[in-house]
């Protein structure tokens, strides 16, 4: 069966760190972010922030679909679920 992308739901600000987890458990996992300008105490910068706040990708076959462990990891909340059916999206390309 082939591989398919599951959306997780992550901690607030906590993405890049559920991103680290969930790849040092041997997920496959996209986080697509964007650059933001920020303004502190008049030092500007640009920083890496998530395209989607509180949201990342895992694509997993069947057999790796262990919600309860992807739930655990910290920084994140759990797939995100429509009545019985796991949210997903069969054709993501990736760059």
Not at 20 to 30: H, N, P, S
Not at 43 to 62: A, G, H, I, Q
Request: hydrophobic letters at 40%; proline letters at 7%.
């Amino acid at each position: 069966m082939p591989k398919q992308w599951f959306v997780v739901r992550t901690k607030p600000r906590q993405e890049d760190y559920a991103r680290k987890q969930l790849d040092w458990q041997g997920f496959e996992v996209y986080l697509p972010q964007t650059l933001g300008f920020v303004m502190h105490l008049r030092k500007k910068s640009w920083v890496k922030r998530p395209f989607f706040p509180c949201y990342l990708f895992l694509n997993l076959t069947p057999k790796e679909r262990h919600w309860t462990t992807i739930a655990g990891t910290y920084g994140a909340i759990g797939a995100v679920i429509f009545g019985c059916h796991y949210l997903f999206q069969m054709k993501l390309s990736m760059p």
